[in-house]
């Protein structure tokens, strides 16, 4: 089964808008969480990550909210620009074991000028 | 630093073919992944290494192997490519178990015909 949900499937935001996109799990013994972005013909690249000890975690305009009670984070893009225009993939991890990291389904997002 | 580099960018395949996809990391990384890349589905682990000499199955290795002879290279092997084996192949490295090194190569697109 899917261990990480990821949702919307697509996303269109206005520029300057706030795009938001959010991820859910069911194994509690993840402790690292992560968010990617990838552009057509590229490999993702790591954007932003939180561990289960902290509810936010900013970087520029990418934050990270965290709900452990609810089992659920999310990708919070400030001020989205069309250069954001992108898939962005969430996952969920066990830190030091090489296996157990699970992707989610990813996100379309476009960024309209 | 190159990154992660993966050699062939392109590749079709017949059935019933082999072919080794080429991963190299000159970060001095010791953890090494292989994921696929299918639409619509994130990326699934098929191999992963945390060191020379080391390697475990992931989530999909069927039809699949690998070998890590050194820090830096960690090949995957396709035997008698099936079309089920389609898909966009990424390495990934990071260093010892900080994922906040992660780093991904920029894939290999595999068609089997």
């Known amino acids: 089964q899917q261990q990480v949900k990821q949702s919307p499937q697509s996303l269109i935001v206005q520029k300057g808008g706030i795009s938001i996109i959010n991820c859910a799990y069911e194994?509690?013994?993840?402790?690292?969480f992560p968010w990617y972005q990838q552009f057509p013909g590229k490999g993702p690249a790591l954007l932003i990550a939180?561990?289960?000890?902290?509810s936010e975690k900013k970087e520029g305009r990418f934050t990270i909210s965290f709900n452990k009670s609810a089992k659920q984070f999310s990708l919070h893009i400030m001020d989205s620009q069309p250069g954001d225009s992108a898939t962005y993939f969430c996952?969920?991890?066990?830190?030091?074991?090489?296996?157990?990291?699970?992707f989610g389904t990813g996100t379309s997002l476009t960024v309209i000028p | 630093n190159a990154g992660v580099t993966q050699t062939p960018k392109f590749r079709i395949l017949k059935i019933g073919q082999s072919m080794t996809l080429q991963c190299t990391q000159d970060?001095?990384?010791?953890?090494m992944y292989w994921y696929r890349q299918d639409p619509g589905m994130g990326l699934k682990l098929i191999y992963y290494?945390?060191?020379?000499?080391?390697?475990d199955k992931g989530e999909v290795p069927n039809g699949y192997n690998v070998s890590r002879s050194t820090t830096e290279d960690f090949p995957l092997r396709l035997e008698l490519a099936a079309p089920s084996q389609t898909s966009v192949y990424f390495c990934?490295?990071?260093?010892?178990?900080?994922?906040?090194?992660?780093?991904f190569g920029p894939g290999t697109r595999l068609t089997v015909l």
């Open positions: 996952a969920a991890s066990i830190r030091n074991t090489g296996n157990q990291f699970y």
């Open positions: 194994n509690t013994a993840f402790d690292y």
């Open positions: 939180i561990r289960p000890d902290v």
């Open positions: 970060m001095n990384h010791n953890y």
């Open positions: 290494s945390v060191g020379a000499g080391i390697t």
């Open positions: 990934a490295s990071h260093r010892d178990s900080d994922l906040d090194t992660q780093y």
